[in-house]
């Protein structure tokens, strides 16, 4: 090491999760996970159309952003033709697969067994008229900002 | 390079403060490196991810993610959570005597 770390380590974190694409949900997740892995304490708050990758039925359905994504490299009305956004997911699903990586609905499980609580933003949840039972088992509670703010105490927010 | 006193020898350990030669590695010293982790005892369990990480390590020079070593070594996420309480991922590598594990999953 060439710089000598005085500062505490990390020991807990709060990541938060505001977008529905593929590859704006994995990021946070991942960073959950290896919180987890080095026995940092971890929670995941999702809101707005990041609530997508705790909902029952959309959840193993994300896709990639064709449009309106410049890391695509690729020209916008190209990533508006029919099946695109469907390649790139499929694309990314195999490359992600690779790596070890599960699929949202698996990772959601193993991120919940390695013991990261699971939030849901109350505000979008009724903005979108959702129920309990629209949301996969491992979310733990609909919660407020308010209350978001409560659980984060002594944590590092992490906004995705 | 650091060195540390496990089973009555000097161990030379790397950066991570893992040992360097994971040929000095044997049963007695996963126990020392186990208690100093605060795990008072190795149980078949723990056995089972220390043998597991050990063999993928072998063959393919890294330690196995974690969604591997639930699906192949047969101790479940949950369980391996209890096992290695302050992070199944780094913990168990150091007591089995490899280096901290490259992967990010």
């Not at chain 1, 990021?27 to 996970?33: E, Y």
């Not at chain 1, 290896?34 to 039925?57: H, N, V």
């Not at chain 1, 900002?145 to 944590?155: I, L």
Request: include cysteine.
């Amino acid at each position: 090491m060439t710089q000598t770390n005085t500062a505490e380590p990390i020991q807990k974190v709060s990541i938060i999760v505001s977008h529905g694409s593929l590859e704006g949900v994995y990021p946070g997740l991942i960073m959950a996970n290896g919180a987890r892995m080095e026995g940092i304490e971890a929670s995941l708050f999702f809101t707005f159309f990041g609530l997508d990758a705790i909902i029952k039925k959309r959840m193993n359905s994300l896709k990639v952003a064709t449009v309106g994504n410049p890391g695509m490299h690729m020209p916008t009305l190209l990533g508006a033709l029919p099946g695109m956004s469907a390649f790139a997911t499929s694309m990314m699903r195999k490359e992600i697969e690779k790596l070890d990586i599960p699929p949202i609905g698996e990772f959601i499980t193993m991120i919940h067994d390695a013991g990261c609580e699971i939030y849901a933003c109350r505000a979008t949840v009724d903005m979108f008229h959702l129920k309990r039972e629209d949301f996969c088992d491992e979310m733990d509670e609909v919660i407020s900002v308010g209350q978001f703010y409560e659980k984060a105490t002594g944590a590092q927010i992490i906004f995705t | 390079m650091e060195t540390m006193n496990l089973t009555g020898k000097a161990i030379q350990l790397d950066a991570d403060g893992h040992l360097a030669n994971r040929n000095d590695w044997n049963e007695d010293m996963a126990r020392e490196l186990a208690a100093q982790e605060g795990i008072p005892e190795l149980t078949p369990q723990h056995w089972a991810v220390i043998n597991f990480m050990r063999k993928v390590f072998e063959k393919e020079g890294d330690a196995p993610s974690i969604r591997r070593l639930t699906k192949e070594s047969g101790v479940d996420t949950k369980t391996l959570y209890q096992l290695f309480p302050k992070g199944p991922a780094k913990r168990a590598a150091k007591i089995a005597g490899l280096p901290k594990p490259k992967g990010c999953i």
